[in-house]
């Protein structure tokens, strides 16, 4: 029987070889933007995807360039909590059989940054949202970062990258949804109805609104004693609804991971 880690490596590299060409933004607390340059992230892996290797490249409207490459194999990354990635040993990786993702630090350190970054796709569109905490639990930053692989007339992102006024995802939502626990144990898949007022913010959390219909829900700031959620709300341009979120207990140790994929139902009840 194939492990739960080797299941969890092989997936994310199923939907995730190859070169993403973007557009990655950074944030401030309050939205201004503090950065944005054009992206490319790629990986390539052999035969049998054991071995991976990848380059990060920013390129700034200067003319500045930043390169970034790393390496990672299954027998070295792959355990039983996530993969890591050679730039954190810290994070995890999870994977969902339809491409979504995240990396995540399954137990958080108050004396430590905490960084998070969640992935959706389709087909050959990603899109991932970065957040960044700091050592006190204050909000430093979030980033999004939109990306397409292959053709370029595959790329239907907007050139915006200031956020959006805040607007809510209207109608009734019905599909599926995935769940992965922090142990990598994949629960069956559920059936799932949603509507947006039914999804409560929860006190200590606010909504950031990127461009091109995605949505940021995260807490204001880490408190301790306190569980909390990072969602991340996609709205498509063929009017599909992707939600993936990632859920921490009190002692803000990762409980499970969660995706959704729905389509807009009837108005009628």
């Not at 992230?41 to 930043?66: H, L, P, V």
């Not at 639990?137 to 292959?150: C, F, K, N, V, W």
Request: hydrophobic share 30%; with cysteine.
């Amino acid at each position: 029987m194939v492990s739960r880690s080797t299941t969890n490596w092989n997936l994310f590299w199923q939907h995730h070889l190859g070169s993403w060409l973007g557009q990655w933004t950074r944030y401030s607390q309050s939205g201004k933007i503090q950065e944005s340059f054009k992206s490319k992230r790629s990986f390539s892996a052999n035969s049998d995807c054991s071995e991976i290797a990848q380059t990060n490249q920013q390129m700034y409207a200067n003319g500045d360039t930043n390169t970034m490459r790393w390496n990672y194999s299954i027998d070295e990354h792959s355990h039983n909590d996530g993969f890591a990635h050679p730039a954190s040993t810290l994070m995890r990786g999870f994977a969902f059989e339809n491409g979504a993702a995240a990396w995540l630090i399954p137990q958080l350190k108050n004396t430590q940054y905490q960084p998070f970054e969640l992935f959706l796709t389709q087909k050959d569109i990603r899109h991932s949202v970065g957040v960044l905490y700091g050592d006190s639990g204050q909000l430093l930053h979030t980033a999004s970062i939109r990306e397409y692989r292959g053709d370029p007339w595959n790329n239907n992102w907007s050139t915006n990258t200031e956020q959006v006024n805040p607007w809510t995802i209207e109608g009734r939502w019905q599909g599926e949804e995935l769940r992965i626990q922090s142990d990598l144990f994949r629960d069956p898949i559920q059936a799932r109805q949603w509507q947006w007022n039914e999804d409560e913010l929860k006190d200590n959390h606010a909504n950031h609104f990127f461009p091109d219909n995605i949505i940021l829900r995260c807490p204001k700031v880490l408190l301790q004693d306190k569980s909390f959620g990072i969602t991340i709300y996609w709205q498509t341009k063929n009017n599909q609804l992707q939600i993936i979120q990632a859920d921490y207990n009190q002692t803000h140790q990762l409980i499970a991971i969660s995706q959704q994929t729905m389509d807009q139902t009837s108005e009628q009840s």
